[in-house]
Protein backbone atom coordinates (compact mmCIF):
# COMPACT_ATOMS: atom_id res chain seq x y z
CA UNK A 1 0.00 0.00 0.00
CA UNK A 2 3.14 2.42 0.60
CA UNK A 3 4.35 1.43 -1.94
CA UNK A 4 1.39 2.61 -4.41
CA UNK A 5 0.52 5.50 -2.81
CA UNK A 6 4.37 6.04 -3.30
CA UNK A 7 4.23 5.99 -7.04
CA UNK A 8 1.16 7.62 -7.65
CA UNK A 9 2.55 10.59 -5.64
CA UNK A 10 5.64 10.35 -8.06
CA UNK A 11 3.71 10.69 -11.35
CA UNK A 12 1.41 13.20 -10.10
CA UNK A 13 4.62 15.32 -9.47
CA UNK A 14 6.04 14.68 -12.99
CA UNK A 15 2.63 15.84 -14.73
CA UNK A 16 3.24 18.94 -12.45
CA UNK A 17 6.60 19.40 -13.41
CA UNK A 18 5.89 19.01 -17.01
CA UNK A 19 2.88 21.62 -16.98
CA UNK A 20 4.88 24.09 -14.95
CA UNK A 21 7.74 23.42 -17.94
CA UNK A 22 5.22 23.42 -20.55
CA UNK A 23 3.84 26.50 -19.24
CA UNK A 24 7.40 28.96 -19.00
CA UNK A 25 8.30 27.76 -22.41
CA UNK A 26 4.89 28.95 -24.40
CA UNK A 27 5.43 31.94 -22.22
CA UNK A 28 9.43 32.13 -23.43
CA UNK A 29 8.45 31.74 -26.59
CA UNK A 30 5.89 34.85 -26.42
CA UNK A 31 8.17 37.11 -25.40
CA UNK A 32 10.53 36.18 -27.64
CA UNK A 33 8.65 36.54 -30.75
CA UNK A 34 8.80 40.21 -31.06
CA UNK A 35 12.55 39.54 -31.29
CA UNK A 36 12.89 37.35 -34.07
CA UNK A 37 13.45 38.36 -37.87
CA UNK A 38 10.41 39.23 -39.75
CA UNK A 39 10.42 39.57 -43.60
CA UNK A 40 7.94 42.22 -45.34
CA UNK A 41 5.61 39.94 -46.53
CA UNK A 42 5.32 38.37 -42.67
CA UNK A 43 4.67 41.43 -41.68
CA UNK A 44 1.85 42.21 -43.81
CA UNK A 45 0.13 38.61 -43.78
CA UNK A 46 0.34 38.60 -39.70
CA UNK A 47 -3.28 37.77 -38.59
CA UNK A 48 -4.93 38.92 -41.97
CA UNK A 49 -7.41 36.16 -41.56
CA UNK A 50 -6.86 35.45 -45.30
CA UNK A 51 -8.53 38.10 -46.45
CA UNK A 52 -7.62 39.36 -49.94
CA UNK A 53 -6.29 42.70 -48.47
CA UNK A 54 -4.30 43.35 -51.91
CA UNK A 55 -7.86 43.82 -53.65
CA UNK A 56 -9.03 46.13 -51.08
CA UNK A 57 -5.92 47.87 -51.33
CA UNK A 58 -6.32 48.29 -55.48
CA UNK A 59 -10.11 49.14 -54.65
CA UNK A 60 -8.76 51.85 -52.96
CA UNK A 61 -6.17 53.10 -55.19
CA UNK A 62 -9.05 53.39 -57.82
CA UNK A 63 -10.96 55.40 -55.64
CA UNK A 64 -8.39 57.46 -54.50
CA UNK A 65 -7.82 58.20 -58.06
CA UNK A 66 -11.17 59.25 -58.88
CA UNK A 67 -11.45 61.90 -56.03
CA UNK A 68 -8.80 63.17 -57.47
CA UNK A 69 -10.38 63.98 -60.39
CA UNK A 70 -13.35 65.14 -58.79
CA UNK A 71 -11.55 66.85 -56.42
CA UNK A 72 -8.05 68.73 -57.89
CA UNK A 73 -6.33 71.05 -55.88
CA UNK A 74 -6.27 73.85 -58.52
CA UNK A 75 -7.29 76.85 -56.38
CA UNK A 76 -9.39 77.79 -59.67
CA UNK A 77 -11.42 74.24 -59.29
CA UNK A 78 -12.66 75.25 -56.10
CA UNK A 79 -16.48 74.59 -56.67
CA UNK A 80 -17.24 77.16 -53.01
CA UNK A 81 -14.63 79.67 -53.34
CA UNK A 82 -16.19 83.80 -53.68
CA UNK A 83 -15.02 85.35 -57.08
CA UNK A 84 -14.89 88.52 -55.19
CA UNK A 85 -11.72 87.21 -53.20
CA UNK A 86 -9.84 85.14 -55.36
CA UNK A 87 -6.49 87.64 -56.89
CA UNK A 88 -5.07 87.37 -59.81
CA UNK A 89 -1.45 87.55 -58.40
CA UNK A 90 0.38 86.63 -55.11
CA UNK A 91 -2.44 85.82 -53.01
CA UNK A 92 -3.22 84.10 -49.82
CA UNK A 93 -5.94 82.12 -51.23
CA UNK A 94 -3.35 79.72 -52.73
CA UNK A 95 -0.34 77.90 -50.76
CA UNK A 96 2.78 79.65 -51.82
CA UNK A 97 5.98 78.09 -53.71
CA UNK A 98 9.23 79.09 -54.04
CA UNK A 99 8.15 80.92 -57.23
CA UNK A 100 5.49 82.56 -56.22
CA UNK A 101 8.13 83.92 -53.32
CA UNK A 102 10.32 85.21 -55.66
CA UNK A 103 7.70 87.59 -57.36
CA UNK A 104 6.56 88.47 -54.45
CA UNK A 105 10.05 89.98 -53.12
CA UNK A 106 11.61 91.67 -55.91
CA UNK A 107 13.01 95.38 -55.36
CA UNK A 108 10.42 97.96 -54.72
CA UNK A 109 10.65 99.59 -58.19
CA UNK A 110 9.49 96.56 -59.89
CA UNK A 111 7.17 95.88 -57.00
CA UNK A 112 5.56 98.97 -57.15
CA UNK A 113 5.01 98.84 -60.92
CA UNK A 114 3.23 95.26 -61.00
CA UNK A 115 0.94 96.66 -58.52
CA UNK A 116 0.04 99.61 -60.12
CA UNK A 117 -0.17 97.72 -63.58
CA UNK A 118 -2.87 95.63 -62.17
CA UNK A 119 -4.77 98.34 -59.90
CA UNK A 120 -7.80 97.80 -62.42
CA UNK A 121 -7.90 94.23 -61.40
CA UNK A 122 -7.64 94.59 -57.71
CA UNK A 123 -10.84 92.82 -56.38
CA UNK A 124 -10.83 94.79 -53.54
CA UNK A 125 -10.66 98.08 -55.52
CA UNK A 126 -13.60 96.87 -57.31
CA UNK A 127 -15.79 96.24 -53.62
CA UNK A 128 -15.12 99.34 -52.42
CA UNK A 129 -15.06 101.69 -55.68
CA UNK A 130 -19.00 102.75 -55.10
CA UNK A 131 -18.42 104.00 -51.82
CA UNK A 132 -15.60 105.81 -52.79
CA UNK A 133 -17.92 107.14 -55.76
CA UNK A 134 -20.59 108.29 -53.12
CA UNK A 135 -17.89 110.31 -51.05
CA UNK A 136 -16.38 112.02 -54.32
CA UNK A 137 -19.97 113.01 -55.09
CA UNK A 138 -20.54 114.04 -51.66
CA UNK A 139 -17.28 116.41 -52.33
CA UNK A 140 -18.50 117.96 -55.15
CA UNK A 141 -21.90 118.65 -54.05
CA UNK A 142 -20.01 120.42 -51.12
CA UNK A 143 -18.09 122.23 -53.34
CA UNK A 144 -20.23 123.48 -55.09
CA UNK A 145 -22.12 125.05 -52.66
CA UNK A 146 -19.25 126.78 -51.56
CA UNK A 147 -18.59 128.24 -54.29
CA UNK A 148 -22.05 129.34 -54.66
CA UNK A 149 -23.06 130.60 -51.53
CA UNK A 150 -19.35 132.19 -51.42
CA UNK A 151 -20.49 135.82 -51.00
CA UNK A 152 -23.28 135.27 -49.06
CA UNK A 153 -22.07 135.02 -45.20
CA UNK A 154 -24.86 132.98 -43.17
CA UNK A 155 -23.85 130.31 -44.99
CA UNK A 156 -20.33 130.54 -45.18
CA UNK A 157 -20.45 131.01 -41.44
CA UNK A 158 -21.96 128.14 -41.08
CA UNK A 159 -20.18 125.77 -43.47
CA UNK A 160 -17.06 127.41 -41.39
CA UNK A 161 -18.56 126.58 -38.09
CA UNK A 162 -19.47 123.22 -38.34
CA UNK A 163 -16.19 121.99 -40.84
CA UNK A 164 -13.30 122.97 -39.28
CA UNK A 165 -10.30 121.00 -39.54
CA UNK A 166 -10.09 120.27 -35.44
CA UNK A 167 -13.02 118.21 -35.68
CA UNK A 168 -12.06 115.84 -38.96
CA UNK A 169 -8.75 115.58 -36.79
CA UNK A 170 -10.04 114.74 -33.26
CA UNK A 171 -11.93 112.09 -35.48
CA UNK A 172 -9.18 110.88 -37.61
CA UNK A 173 -7.15 109.84 -34.67
CA UNK A 174 -9.70 107.41 -32.98
CA UNK A 175 -10.93 106.13 -36.48
CA UNK A 176 -7.14 105.32 -37.15
CA UNK A 177 -6.99 102.85 -33.83
CA UNK A 178 -10.26 101.66 -34.67
CA UNK A 179 -8.76 100.41 -37.68
CA UNK A 180 -5.62 99.22 -36.06
CA UNK A 181 -7.43 97.23 -33.66
CA UNK A 182 -9.59 95.54 -36.16
CA UNK A 183 -7.19 94.87 -38.75
CA UNK A 184 -5.31 92.86 -35.63
CA UNK A 185 -7.60 91.10 -34.89
CA UNK A 186 -8.66 89.81 -38.41
CA UNK A 187 -4.93 88.41 -38.83
CA UNK A 188 -5.30 87.01 -35.77
CA UNK A 189 -7.86 85.00 -36.62
CA UNK A 190 -6.22 84.07 -39.64
CA UNK A 191 -3.24 82.93 -38.31
CA UNK A 192 -5.03 80.69 -35.78
CA UNK A 193 -7.10 79.41 -38.51
CA UNK A 194 -4.14 78.74 -40.78
CA UNK A 195 -2.38 76.96 -37.64
CA UNK A 196 -5.25 74.38 -37.20
CA UNK A 197 -5.77 73.74 -40.80
CA UNK A 198 -2.09 72.74 -40.44
CA UNK A 199 -2.14 70.79 -37.64
CA UNK A 200 -5.10 68.60 -39.23
CA UNK A 201 -2.52 67.77 -42.31
CA UNK A 202 0.33 66.71 -40.52
CA UNK A 203 -1.66 64.56 -37.84
CA UNK A 204 -3.97 63.25 -40.35
CA UNK A 205 -0.69 62.54 -41.83
CA UNK A 206 0.82 60.81 -38.50
CA UNK A 207 -2.81 58.85 -37.87
CA UNK A 208 -2.12 57.18 -41.18
CA UNK A 209 1.42 55.94 -40.63
CA UNK A 210 -0.05 54.28 -37.77
CA UNK A 211 -2.60 52.96 -39.68
CA UNK A 212 -0.65 51.26 -41.64
CA UNK A 213 1.84 50.61 -38.94
CA UNK A 214 0.00 49.07 -36.18
CA UNK A 215 -3.84 48.42 -37.55
CA UNK A 216 -2.86 46.97 -41.44
CA UNK A 217 -0.83 43.91 -40.04
CA UNK A 218 -3.58 42.84 -37.29
CA UNK A 219 -6.41 44.02 -39.64
CA UNK A 220 -6.40 45.07 -43.03
CA UNK A 221 -9.96 45.87 -43.32
CA UNK A 222 -10.28 48.37 -40.78
CA UNK A 223 -7.05 49.79 -41.32
CA UNK A 224 -8.30 50.44 -45.12
CA UNK A 225 -11.47 51.50 -44.00
CA UNK A 226 -10.05 53.84 -41.37
CA UNK A 227 -8.20 55.38 -43.72
CA UNK A 228 -10.96 55.96 -46.64
CA UNK A 229 -12.89 58.24 -43.41
CA UNK A 230 -9.07 59.78 -42.95
CA UNK A 231 -8.81 60.84 -46.36
CA UNK A 232 -12.16 62.69 -46.89
CA UNK A 233 -11.78 64.68 -43.56
CA UNK A 234 -10.36 67.65 -45.22
CA UNK A 235 -13.26 67.91 -47.82
CA UNK A 236 -15.59 67.57 -45.60
CA UNK A 237 -14.99 70.56 -43.15
CA UNK A 238 -14.19 72.62 -46.36
CA UNK A 239 -17.70 71.94 -47.29
CA UNK A 240 -18.79 72.89 -43.52
CA UNK A 241 -16.70 75.93 -43.35
CA UNK A 242 -17.64 77.49 -47.03
CA UNK A 243 -21.47 76.63 -46.84
CA UNK A 244 -21.27 73.87 -49.71
CA UNK A 245 -24.70 72.26 -50.36
CA UNK A 246 -25.23 69.42 -49.21
CA UNK A 247 -24.88 67.07 -52.31
CA UNK A 248 -21.32 67.99 -52.74
CA UNK A 249 -20.75 66.36 -49.22
CA UNK A 250 -22.64 63.65 -50.16
CA UNK A 251 -20.84 63.04 -53.59
CA UNK A 252 -17.37 62.76 -51.61
CA UNK A 253 -18.86 60.17 -49.10
CA UNK A 254 -20.54 57.80 -51.30
CA UNK A 255 -17.46 57.68 -53.49
CA UNK A 256 -14.94 56.82 -50.90
CA UNK A 257 -17.39 54.92 -48.62
CA UNK A 258 -19.86 51.93 -48.61
CA UNK A 259 -23.12 52.20 -48.95
CA UNK A 260 -24.44 51.60 -45.23
CA UNK A 261 -21.23 53.46 -44.07
CA UNK A 262 -22.31 56.01 -46.16
CA UNK A 263 -26.22 55.97 -45.03
CA UNK A 264 -24.75 56.05 -41.09
CA UNK A 265 -23.10 59.31 -41.59
CA UNK A 266 -25.96 60.98 -43.29
CA UNK A 267 -27.98 59.54 -40.55
CA UNK A 268 -25.69 60.68 -38.00
CA UNK A 269 -25.62 64.15 -39.74
CA UNK A 270 -28.76 65.09 -38.22
CA UNK A 271 -27.86 64.72 -34.95
CA UNK A 272 -24.04 65.36 -34.91
CA UNK A 273 -21.72 67.42 -37.65
CA UNK A 274 -20.32 65.11 -40.62
CA UNK A 275 -16.83 65.53 -39.18
CA UNK A 276 -17.32 64.74 -35.72
CA UNK A 277 -19.05 61.35 -36.76
CA UNK A 278 -16.22 60.46 -38.71
CA UNK A 279 -13.71 60.63 -36.05
CA UNK A 280 -15.82 58.97 -33.64
CA UNK A 281 -16.25 56.01 -36.38
CA UNK A 282 -12.62 56.30 -36.69
CA UNK A 283 -11.67 55.63 -33.25
CA UNK A 284 -14.71 53.06 -32.84
CA UNK A 285 -12.43 50.49 -35.70
CA UNK A 286 -9.61 51.09 -34.31
CA UNK A 287 -10.47 50.42 -30.47
CA UNK A 288 -12.52 47.13 -32.42
CA UNK A 289 -9.54 45.95 -34.38
CA UNK A 290 -7.40 45.98 -31.71
CA UNK A 291 -9.71 44.68 -29.10
CA UNK A 292 -10.40 41.40 -31.68
CA UNK A 293 -6.36 40.69 -32.06
CA UNK A 294 -5.54 37.40 -31.11
CA UNK A 295 -3.78 36.66 -28.30
CA UNK A 296 -0.19 36.27 -29.36
CA UNK A 297 -0.20 39.91 -30.69
CA UNK A 298 -3.35 41.74 -28.16
CA UNK A 299 -0.52 43.17 -25.16
CA UNK A 300 1.49 45.07 -28.43
CA UNK A 301 -1.68 46.27 -29.83
CA UNK A 302 -3.10 47.97 -27.40
CA UNK A 303 -0.37 50.11 -26.38
CA UNK A 304 -0.50 51.50 -29.72
CA UNK A 305 -4.28 52.66 -28.83
CA UNK A 306 -2.70 55.62 -26.71
CA UNK A 307 -0.84 56.74 -30.28
CA UNK A 308 -4.40 56.82 -32.37
CA UNK A 309 -5.85 58.66 -29.14
CA UNK A 310 -3.38 61.29 -29.28
CA UNK A 311 -3.91 61.70 -32.89
CA UNK A 312 -7.36 61.54 -33.17
CA UNK A 313 -7.65 64.34 -30.33
CA UNK A 314 -5.46 66.52 -32.52
CA UNK A 315 -7.70 66.42 -35.33
CA UNK A 316 -10.63 67.12 -33.02
CA UNK A 317 -8.91 70.06 -31.49
CA UNK A 318 -7.99 71.10 -34.78
CA UNK A 319 -11.49 70.95 -36.01
CA UNK A 320 -13.26 72.52 -32.88
CA UNK A 321 -10.79 76.00 -33.28
CA UNK A 322 -12.18 76.04 -36.92
CA UNK A 323 -15.60 75.91 -35.94
CA UNK A 324 -15.02 78.31 -33.09
CA UNK A 325 -13.58 80.77 -35.50
CA UNK A 326 -16.55 80.08 -37.75
CA UNK A 327 -19.25 81.19 -35.47
CA UNK A 328 -17.85 83.59 -33.27
CA UNK A 329 -16.40 86.58 -35.57
CA UNK A 330 -15.14 89.71 -33.94
CA UNK A 331 -18.11 91.85 -31.60
CA UNK A 332 -20.27 93.05 -34.40
CA UNK A 333 -20.58 95.88 -32.17
CA UNK A 334 -17.48 97.38 -33.19
CA UNK A 335 -17.81 96.18 -36.47
CA UNK A 336 -20.99 98.74 -36.39
CA UNK A 337 -19.34 101.83 -34.52
CA UNK A 338 -16.36 101.39 -36.89
CA UNK A 339 -18.85 101.98 -39.96
CA UNK A 340 -20.87 105.07 -38.20
CA UNK A 341 -17.47 106.59 -37.16
CA UNK A 342 -16.32 105.89 -40.68
CA UNK A 343 -19.52 107.46 -42.21
CA UNK A 344 -19.09 110.72 -39.83
CA UNK A 345 -15.75 110.75 -40.84
CA UNK A 346 -16.09 111.05 -44.40
CA UNK A 347 -19.28 113.26 -44.13
CA UNK A 348 -17.34 115.99 -42.53
CA UNK A 349 -14.23 115.62 -44.66
CA UNK A 350 -15.17 118.08 -47.30
CA UNK A 351 -16.13 120.91 -45.24
CA UNK A 352 -13.11 120.53 -43.31
CA UNK A 353 -11.26 120.85 -46.71
CA UNK A 354 -13.36 123.65 -48.22
CA UNK A 355 -12.29 125.69 -45.06
CA UNK A 356 -8.91 124.86 -44.73
CA UNK A 357 -7.57 124.89 -48.92
CA UNK A 358 -10.90 126.66 -50.27
CA UNK A 359 -13.50 124.90 -52.94
CA UNK A 360 -11.22 123.76 -55.66
CA UNK A 361 -10.79 120.19 -57.48
CA UNK A 362 -7.90 119.78 -55.01
CA UNK A 363 -10.75 119.03 -52.46
CA UNK A 364 -12.70 116.70 -54.46
CA UNK A 365 -8.96 114.35 -55.04
CA UNK A 366 -8.79 114.58 -51.63
CA UNK A 367 -11.70 113.39 -50.34
CA UNK A 368 -11.69 110.26 -53.01
CA UNK A 369 -8.16 109.85 -52.21
CA UNK A 370 -8.90 109.14 -48.07
CA UNK A 371 -11.77 107.37 -48.88
CA UNK A 372 -9.77 104.75 -50.80
CA UNK A 373 -7.16 104.68 -48.22
CA UNK A 374 -9.72 104.47 -44.92
CA UNK A 375 -12.86 102.45 -46.64
CA UNK A 376 -9.67 99.87 -48.19
CA UNK A 377 -8.40 99.58 -44.78
CA UNK A 378 -12.03 98.43 -43.55
CA UNK A 379 -12.71 96.55 -46.15
CA UNK A 380 -9.53 94.35 -46.12
CA UNK A 381 -9.98 93.95 -42.33
CA UNK A 382 -13.54 92.95 -42.88
CA UNK A 383 -12.20 90.34 -45.95
CA UNK A 384 -9.76 88.64 -43.63
CA UNK A 385 -11.90 88.68 -40.09
CA UNK A 386 -14.28 85.65 -42.82
CA UNK A 387 -10.89 83.32 -42.37
CA UNK A 388 -12.31 80.70 -44.42
CA UNK A 389 -13.16 82.28 -47.45
CA UNK A 390 -9.56 83.43 -47.90
CA UNK A 391 -7.74 80.10 -47.04
CA UNK A 392 -6.51 78.01 -49.43
CA UNK A 393 -8.83 74.77 -48.38
CA UNK A 394 -9.32 73.39 -51.54
CA UNK A 395 -5.24 72.55 -51.58
CA UNK A 396 -5.36 71.96 -47.97
CA UNK A 397 -8.32 69.50 -48.09
CA UNK A 398 -6.00 67.94 -50.99
CA UNK A 399 -3.08 67.89 -48.81
CA UNK A 400 -4.85 65.71 -46.33
CA UNK A 401 -6.27 63.60 -49.11
CA UNK A 402 -2.70 63.19 -50.68
CA UNK A 403 -0.46 62.89 -47.48
CA UNK A 404 -2.82 60.08 -46.06
CA UNK A 405 -2.71 58.22 -49.42
CA UNK A 406 0.87 58.50 -49.74
CA UNK A 407 1.73 57.61 -45.82
CA UNK A 408 -0.07 54.53 -46.36
CA UNK A 409 0.58 53.35 -49.71
CA UNK A 410 4.31 54.22 -48.96
CA UNK A 411 3.99 52.08 -45.64
CA UNK A 412 2.35 49.17 -46.52
CA UNK A 413 3.33 48.87 -50.55
CA UNK A 414 6.47 50.39 -50.46
CA UNK A 415 9.89 48.53 -50.99
CA UNK A 416 11.13 49.21 -47.54
CA UNK A 417 13.80 46.64 -46.71
CA UNK A 418 13.64 44.04 -43.92
CA UNK A 419 13.56 44.95 -40.28
CA UNK A 420 15.67 42.23 -38.51
CA UNK A 421 15.27 42.57 -34.42
CA UNK A 422 18.41 41.20 -32.35
CA UNK A 423 17.15 37.88 -30.28
CA UNK A 424 18.53 36.95 -27.26
Avoid at 53 to 58: A, G, I, T, Y
Amino acid sequence: TITRVTMRFVILRLLAVHQSYAFVSTARQRRLAPFRTYNRQEILSLNSNGIRSDLLLEELQTDFNTLTELRPSDPLADISFPAAVVSDGSSYTRIWTTQTWQIHSHPPHRRYFRHVRKWTQSKTARKILPTVCLATIWSVVVTLLANYFQHRPIPKQIISAAGTSSTVSLLSAPLALLLTLRANASVARLLAARQAWGALVLHARGLSSILANYIYPINPQAAILSVRYLSIIGWILKAQFRGEDEASQREVLKLMLKEKECQWIIDEQHSTKYGVAMLSRIRQICNLAMSSSTAQTAPYCHNRLYFVEDCLKEIEASAGICERLFGSPIPPTYTRHLSRVMSLWLLLLPISLVTSIGATSTTVITTALSAYVFVGLDEVGMEIENVFQLLPLQQLAAAVQKDVRDQFYGLVCGSQPDIEFATS
